[in-house]
RNA sequence: GCGGGCGUGAUGAAAUUGGUAGACAUGCAAGAUUUAGGUUCUUGUGAAGCGAUUCGUGUGGGUUCGAGUCCCACCGCCCGUACCA
């Protein structure tokens, strides 16, 4: 009988999203378990291999935590809002409501193609008003709560995009999604405050199973650093603030820079003496790129102020300050003291400057020559009066009292993180609900009148002047101000791609739910997400994103639970043939779609869970993919050609079935599907080698039914078990029948392998060591010695250590 | 620079976490079946040697009865980050 893949996959597949066999609901008699891959974004090139590998890893979890007996969660969607869409949109005048459509439509069906088992009842769509109703309400509560603001800063703007982006969205100073140049661009943006979240986003980290990688990426990125903020009076009269995680180096202080952008440097213009030259390097550090600033932070160059100087709180010596674009505006207080001997950067300015070097940490080489910055017990303070004598760890404390008994300073902590510059010049996005009303200020629309609809446009293109495409909508913009009921207008700029998948997981747990955006029962019910998978490019961006979220809807009451994800797995990238990453030009693209046509569905799967370790980047083979459709069709031929009596195991094969289970049920929990897929594949050489009960092919046909799972329901169908193999119980096994009556040891002398004995399992060392011995190679090796030594280890090996007789 | 990871046959990779290196595949070779190709099946396949043996996990050293695994130094590759005071 022939393996036609096609009408087998076709033919399940059908009868699944007929007769809903993975819709789930709040059954409270079994445990609950809630699996969450991140949801695509609907291209127009539809699902590529890169989505395969995660969907089939969390469905192969999915279908056999089903069969553990879990009550399973497991569910899709599509995270449409987003420049491409518009893009495509624009070129050919098609709306991109429409093209999202379309698109989702063709996803739907590939993902369909693939047998994942989703419940499709609970698809949700970020661009579906029903959805985005829901997000504008979180940000009507974000800015309730005073946590969405808008302000005027110098915000990153994509020369191509036309609009604004994230600091998560630049990547080596170009824009995430097209890779033009960033340029800084005054302009009016809303933001959120993330920042005010920044110590529990770091905190809440060691409670979750994240994998090591995604919790040091996040709080790399929010970069907390202690230290102080410390009082420079100036020669001018006025207090400059400086921030320094080493106030211990104090009386090192030899000189001071504030970024270009700071405030002070606008009052005391007129009593520079030099300020031409001041404004002038103001003027260049303005116009730089990010990428330009990134290429040239090589060199340091600044210009020092004629006309002011700062004074050492410590020993009311005068420095002299400087301005300097490697000291930057958004980070603590835009200002530094510069240690020259004891910070790499200062020193480098130092040298270049000529600023004095006074070494205060001694320990270290010639300050002269190298700076000295090692914050342990190595460096001991000198010239520094009080604090003479005192490491670098003891010292810190100190001069903090000292600056607080004084006034002059205060212990201060500090994060990189900045807040999320949260609106889009864009159109295809969730517009925001805020109006301007010249009398009342920003107001927050009424939340009756949710959801905000984006109008109908004549063009979607951004305009030029960086306003969003709904400014030109007059209609749309002018209406009343919800509070003082006068003229106003409506916000023209739109939230960005991240804001719908900030808290998509809460809706699939009530996805048609119109009064609130899951109920409560919901929530509690499959609260937290168990497992989520999926890519280290969001662990700063939406992983993050959403931790945020979900706990500002934590404190208002909203969802259950502190934190979103319970824990959180990552794959690795699937590359072309040749290990190159796959892109249309290279011309190295893998098509699904081709190859489930080839192939079937069942083996897509099956390769791409074989492919290599899951969190690895893994190189595309079409001559592993063959190897892993002949493994298919040998467990075809196996259940079809051969016969097969008996409903136990047989006896010639039930160490290796125990031995299985165990394998393949550990290494599914663990990620490890390659060695899982290696243990089915010995199991049916076994089978090949001893013949096969119908046991025998039970088992087999549950334990590769997540893989493969069409070929194992046609299978089972044929065989007459009885039911779908989906719906059945694991195998279990037992400990004791994992192991064989006899087993094979390694003998070794002084640790090299001699020979291989067999003895009865679990014998005891005794045992092992006279069965070595009376081993005819050992025995020989063993003529004239004297045996000092041997090493056991149980099951494995023996090892011997001989010394020549006296 | 800094932080994290990695380096194993011709190739993708395994290795019970200090215990027989190369499981499972791919590729290749020989043979069987076939009119032939394909499929399928069998056998072989780290290197050297007729052989017993010897060598072998990026390089060099160390700890240990025993090291792919641990420690030190070096070389190479990948990812993250980017003047964060």
Same mark, same amino acid.
């Given at each position: 009988?022939?393996?036609?893949?096609?009408?087998?996959?076709?033919?399940?597949?059908?009868?699944?999203?007929?007769?809903?066999?993975?819709?789930?609901?709040?059954?409270?008699?079994?445990?609950?378990?809630?699996?969450?891959?991140?949801?695509?974004?609907?291209?127009?090139?539809?699902?590529?291999?890169?989505?395969?590998?995660?969907?089939?890893?969390?469905?192969?979890?999915?279908?056999?935590?089903?069969?553990?007996?879990?009550?399973?969660?497991?569910?899709?969607?599509?995270?449409?809002?987003?420049?491409?869409?518009?893009?495509?949109?624009?070129?050919?005048?098609?709306?991109?409501?429409?093209?999202?459509?379309?698109?989702?439509?063709?996803?739907?069906?590939?993902?369909?193609?693939?047998?994942?088992?989703?419940?499709?009842?609970?698809?949700?769509?970020?661009?579906?008003?029903?959805?985005?109703?829901?997000?504008?309400?979180?940000?009507?509560?974000?800015?309730?709560?005073?946590?969405?603001?808008?302000?005027?800063?110098?915000?990153?703007?994509?020369?191509?995009?036309?609009?604004?982006?994230?600091?998560?969205?630049?990547?080596?100073?170009?824009?995430?999604?097209?890779?033009?140049?960033?340029?800084?661009?005054?302009?009016?943006?809303?933001?959120?405050?993330?920042?005010?979240?920044?110590?529990?986003?770091?905190?809440?980290?060691?409670?979750?199973?994240?994998?090591?990688?995604?919790?040091?990426?996040?709080?790399?990125?929010?970069?907390?650093?202690?230290?102080?903020?410390?009082?420079?009076?100036?020669?001018?009269?006025?207090?400059?603030?400086?921030?320094?995680?080493?106030?211990?180096?104090?009386?090192?202080?030899?000189?001071?820079?504030?970024?270009?952008?700071?405030?002070?440097?606008?009052?005391?213009?007129?009593?520079?003496?030099?300020?031409?030259?001041?404004?002038?390097?103001?003027?260049?550090?303005?116009?730089?790129?990010?990428?330009?600033?990134?290429?040239?932070?090589?060199?340091?160059?600044?210009?020092?102020?004629?006309?002011?100087?700062?004074?050492?709180?410590?020993?009311?010596?005068?420095?002299?300050?400087?301005?300097?674009?490697?000291?930057?505006?958004?980070?603590?207080?835009?200002?530094?003291?510069?240690?020259?001997?004891?910070?790499?950067?200062?020193?480098?300015?130092?040298?270049?400057?000529?600023?004095?070097?006074?070494?205060?940490?001694?320990?270290?080489?010639?300050?002269?020559?190298?700076?000295?910055?090692?914050?342990?017990?190595?460096?001991?303070?000198?010239?520094?009066?009080?604090?003479?004598?005192?490491?670098?760890?003891?010292?810190?404390?100190?001069?903090?009292?000292?600056?607080?008994?004084?006034?002059?300073?205060?212990?201060?902590?500090?994060?990189?993180?900045?807040?999320?510059?949260?609106?889009?010049?864009?159109?295809?996005?969730?517009?925001?609900?805020?109006?301007?009303?010249?009398?009342?200020?920003?107001?927050?629309?009424?939340?009756?009148?949710?959801?905000?609809?984006?109008?109908?446009?004549?063009?979607?293109?951004?305009?030029?002047?960086?306003?969003?495409?709904?400014?030109?909508?007059?209609?749309?913009?002018?209406?009343?101000?919800?509070?003082?009921?006068?003229?106003?207008?409506?916000?023209?700029?739109?939230?960005?791609?991240?804001?719908?998948?900030?808290?998509?997981?809460?809706?699939?747990?009530?996805?048609?739910?119109?009064?609130?955006?899951?109920?409560?029962?919901?929530?509690?019910?499959?609260?937290?997400?168990?497992?989520?998978?999926?890519?280290?490019?969001?662990?700063?961006?939406?992983?993050?994103?959403?931790?945020?979220?979900?706990?500002?809807?934590?404190?208002?009451?909203?969802?259950?639970?502190?934190?979103?994800?319970?824990?959180?797995?990552?794959?690795?990238?699937?590359?072309?043939?040749?290990?190159?990453?796959?892109?249309?030009?290279?011309?190295?693209?893998?098509?699904?779609?081709?190859?489930?046509?080839?192939?079937?569905?069942?083996?897509?799967?099956?390769?791409?869970?074989?492919?290599?370790?899951?969190?690895?980047?893994?190189?595309?083979?079409?001559?592993?993919?063959?190897?892993?459709?002949?493994?298919?069709?040998?467990?075809?031929?196996?259940?079809?050609?051969?016969?097969?009596?008996?409903?136990?195991?047989?006896?010639?094969?039930?160490?290796?079935?125990?031995?299985?289970?165990? +394998?393949?049920?550990?290494?599914? %929990?663990? @990620?490890?599907?390659?060695?899982? #897929?290696?243990?089915?594949?010995? *199991? $049916? =050489?076994?089978?090949?080698?001893?013949?096969?009960?119908?046991?025998?092919?039970?088992?087999?046909?549950?334990?590769?039914?997540?893989?493969?799972?069409?070929?194992?329901?046609?299978?089972?169908?044929?065989?007459?078990?009885?039911?779908?193999?989906?719906?059945?119980?694991?195998?279990?096994?037992?400990?004791?029948?994992?192991?064989?009556?006899?087993?094979?040891?390694?003998?070794?002398?002084?640790?090299?392998?001699?020979?291989?004995?067999?003895?009865?399992?679990?014998?005891?060392?005794?045992?092992?060591?006279?069965?070595?011995?009376?081993?005819? +190679?050992?025995?020989?090796?063993? %003529?004239? @010695?004297?045996?000092?030594?041997? #090493?056991?280890?149980?099951?494995? *090996? $023996? =090892?011997?250590?001989?010394?020549?007789?006296?």
């Amino acid at each position: 009988m022939k393996y036609d893949f096609s009408a087998i996959e076709q033919k399940w597949q059908q009868k699944w999203w007929a007769e809903k066999t993975f819709a789930c609901t709040e059954d409270s008699s079994k445990k609950k378990f809630y699996a969450l891959v991140e949801f695509p974004y609907p291209s127009g090139q539809g699902l590529h291999v890169g989505h395969a590998r995660p969907y089939t890893a969390m469905d192969v979890v999915a279908r056999k935590r089903r069969m553990d007996g879990y009550n399973v969660l497991f569910p899709m969607g599509y995270d449409a809002f987003g420049l491409p869409t518009e893009n495509y949109a624009i070129k050919n005048h098609i709306h991109p409501a429409k093209v999202t459509h379309d698109n989702i439509e063709n996803f739907r069906k590939q993902l369909q193609m693939l047998g994942y088992s989703f419940d499709w009842d609970r698809e949700v769509n970020t661009t579906d008003p029903s959805y985005y109703k829901w997000t504008q309400w979180i940000f009507l509560q974000l800015w309730k709560k005073g946590l969405a603001y808008k302000t005027t800063m110098p915000v990153n703007w994509c020369t191509s995009c036309k609009c604004v982006l994230a600091n998560e969205e630049v990547v080596d100073g170009v824009c995430e999604r097209c890779g033009s140049p960033v340029i800084r661009k005054e302009k009016s943006q809303w933001m959120l405050k993330i920042t005010e979240y920044a110590q529990r986003l770091i905190d809440d980290l060691d409670g979750l199973d994240f994998i090591e990688r995604v919790k040091t990426q996040q709080k790399n990125w929010i970069g907390r650093s202690t230290g102080a903020e410390v009082v420079f009076k100036s020669t001018a009269g006025d207090d400059i603030l400086v921030y320094t995680t080493r106030p211990d180096t104090l009386f090192g202080a030899t000189y001071m820079v504030l970024s270009p952008e700071h405030e002070l440097l606008k009052k005391w213009m007129p009593m520079l003496k030099n300020s031409e030259a001041v404004q002038a390097y103001q003027k260049e550090a303005a116009s730089k790129s990010d990428l330009e600033r990134a290429e040239l932070n090589k060199e340091k160059t600044g210009v020092c102020l004629d006309g002011v100087k700062g004074i050492n709180p410590v020993n009311g010596k005068e420095i002299p300050i400087f301005i300097s674009d490697y000291v930057l505006a958004t980070y603590g207080t835009g200002a530094i003291m510069a240690v020259p001997a004891h910070d790499d950067r200062d020193w480098e300015f130092a040298k270049k400057f000529g600023c004095e070097i006074i070494e205060v940490v001694s320990g270290g080489e010639d300050v002269q020559q190298a700076p000295f910055t090692a914050k342990d017990e190595t460096g001991i303070l000198t010239n520094s009066e009080f604090l003479n004598g005192m490491t670098v760890k003891d010292a810190i404390p100190v001069i903090t009292k000292w600056l607080e008994d004084k006034g002059i300073g205060h212990a201060k902590v500090n994060y990189k993180l900045r807040d999320w510059v949260f609106s889009r010049q864009r159109y295809w996005g969730e517009p925001i609900p805020m109006i301007y009303c010249e009398k009342c200020g920003w107001q927050p629309m009424d939340e009756s009148q949710l959801p905000l609809l984006l109008p109908e446009v004549e063009s979607y293109e951004p305009t030029d002047d960086g306003e969003s495409p709904l400014s030109k909508m007059t209609d749309w913009v002018n209406t009343t101000c919800p509070c003082c009921g006068g003229a106003a207008k409506r916000e023209t700029d739109t939230m960005p791609q991240w804001a719908g998948s900030s808290w998509y997981f809460l809706r699939y747990m009530d996805p048609h739910n119109d009064k609130e955006l899951a109920s409560q029962e919901a929530l509690k019910f499959w609260s937290p997400v168990d497992w989520y998978n999926g890519g280290m490019e969001h662990t700063t961006l939406h992983l993050l994103y959403s931790r945020f979220w979900h706990k500002f809807l934590y404190d208002i009451g909203v969802v259950p639970t502190k934190e979103p994800y319970a824990k959180r797995t990552s794959h690795g990238m699937i590359l072309g043939e040749g290990g190159e990453k796959m892109s249309k030009s290279r011309g190295n693209v893998i098509n699904p779609n081709d190859v489930i046509a080839q192939y079937g569905a069942d083996t897509m799967r099956t390769y791409i869970m074989f492919i290599g370790d899951f969190e690895k980047a893994a190189a595309w083979s079409d001559n592993a993919v063959k190897g892993c459709k002949r493994f298919l069709d040998r467990v075809w031929n196996l259940a079809t050609d051969q016969e097969h009596v008996g409903e136990d195991y047989s006896a010639a094969n039930e160490v290796s079935i125990h031995r299985t289970i165990k +394998k393949v049920s550990e290494d599914i %929990e663990a @990620m490890k599907f390659n060695t899982a #897929i290696a243990a089915l594949m010995s *199991l $049916v =050489n076994d089978y090949y080698q001893n013949g096969a009960s119908r046991g025998d092919m039970k088992v087999l046909l549950l334990l590769l039914s997540p893989f493969a799972p069409h070929m194992c329901e046609e299978l089972w169908e044929l065989a007459g078990y009885g039911g779908q193999v989906c719906l059945q119980a694991w195998p279990t096994y037992e400990e004791a029948k994992t192991v064989t009556a006899t087993t094979q040891m390694a003998v070794q002398v002084g640790g090299k392998l001699r020979a291989n004995i067999v003895v009865p399992t679990g014998s005891d060392d005794e045992t092992v060591v006279a069965a070595a011995l009376a081993n005819e +190679k050992i025995a020989k090796l063993a %003529e004239g @010695m004297e045996l000092v030594k041997s #090493i056991v280890v149980k099951g494995r *090996l $023996v =090892n011997l250590i001989f010394k020549p007789k006296a």
